[in-house]
């Protein structure tokens, strides 16, 4: 099933078989228009209850063509956007000895554990993505496949970590390049877009096992599936949730594979995630982000 979050609060399902969306805000038990934006959270805590309610009205409810309606961030309020670092084998060497010349480390994603971006970065399919006038320093796109937690949690075992998993989304971690504290580099709005839609875990045959690509100005840039993972899904659960509490629409950035790179105002990327979605984004200079903070030389090649 595919849940799409679209006009400001509405919840939708897509037809598998007609791409249009059924309009189901009423039976998921979601106030639309409401502050905070947590309906889909509340529907992802409910779901168990509610799913067939809503599939009984998708069934007998017309949709409409998914272009006329305005797509949200799938979860614009979680709990939190827990992000793992360089998790592909490919992506740490580049990080290592790539273009920068940076410095080499024993960077290990498996011991690297995993940081936040701040929740107000997330953005959706339909807003461009706001480049920051920062001068000479770099922004970068990172592929990343989004976990969408479906269940609370806390110390959840490898062999458990299926059952809190919802579903999946497509997730551009944005980054500006740098040695400042990650989670400023990484946290300018509209620097976590997801989307289109939250694809159910039970869509996904295998987690090991999903296939990725992001495009710039229509030209592949970076590739993978998430069978070259260094701390696995079930990993990245299990370690999470040994520090915190997952909740349910809590994000998971699960990290990027080799091919990150500079994006300008005028691009337009490309993330497509195979039996998940696809999107398309137009990058565009913004106005508003400049601190003295950015103005000293710090710009190394820190992840
Ligand atoms: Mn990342």
């Known amino acids: 099933m595919k849940l799409v ?26 106030e639309p228009q409401a502050w905070p934006p947590v309906g889909m959270v509340r529907l992802i805590a409910d779901w168990p209850a509610r799913r067939a309610v809503l599939e009984a009205a998708a069934r007998a409810r017309e949709g409409r063509p998914l272009d006329e309606v305005r797509l949200d961030a799938p979860v614009q309020w979680p709990n939190k956007v827990i992000a793992f670092p360089a998790n592909y084998h490919a992506h740490i060497d580049e990080m ?19 940081f936040l971006k701040a929740n107000s970065s997330l953005s959706g399919p339909a807003e461009p993505i706001v480049l920051p006038p920062l001068g000479g320093r770099e922004i970068h796109h990172e592929c990343e496949l989004g976990i969408i937690v479906g ?45 289109p839609w939250i694809t159910t875990a039970d869509e996904v045959a295998d987690f090991g096992a999903i296939e990725m690509r992001l495009f710039v100005n229509g030209e592949e840039r970076q590739s993978a599936t998430t069978r070259d993972l260094i701390v696995d899904i079930p990993e990245m659960i299990a370690m999470s ?28 990327i490309e993330i497509v995630i195979d039996g998940i979605g ?19 030389d710090k710009a190394g090649f820190a992840v």
Not at 99 to 110: E, I, L, P
Not at 243 to 267: F, N, Q, R, S, W
């Open 5 to 30: 979050s679209f006009n400001c609060g509405r919840i939708g399902l897509v037809e598998p078989q007609t791409g249009r969306v059924v309009d189901v805000t009423d039976v998921a038990g979601v």
């Open 96 to 114: 290592k000895y790539g273009t920068n010349g940076g410095v080499v480390s024993k960077f290990q994603a498996s011991g690297q554990g995993f």
């Open 151 to 195: 269940k609370r949690g806390r110390a959840i075992a490898r062999e458990q970590s299926h059952e809190h998993v919802f579903g999946f989304t497509c997730l551009l971690d944005m980054v500006v390049r740098g040695k400042e504290e990650r989670v400023m580099r990484k946290s300018f709005d509209t620097f976590c877009p997801t989307g």
């Open 241 to 268: 949730s040994a520090v915190m509490t997952l909740e349910p629409g809590d994000i998971i950035a699960t990290g990027t594979p080799a091919g990150v790179g500079p994006v300008k105002d005028g691009d337009v």
């Open 278 to 296: 696809a999107m398309r984004l137009p990058v565009v200079q913004g106005a508003v982000g400049e601190h003295a903070v950015w103005d000293t």
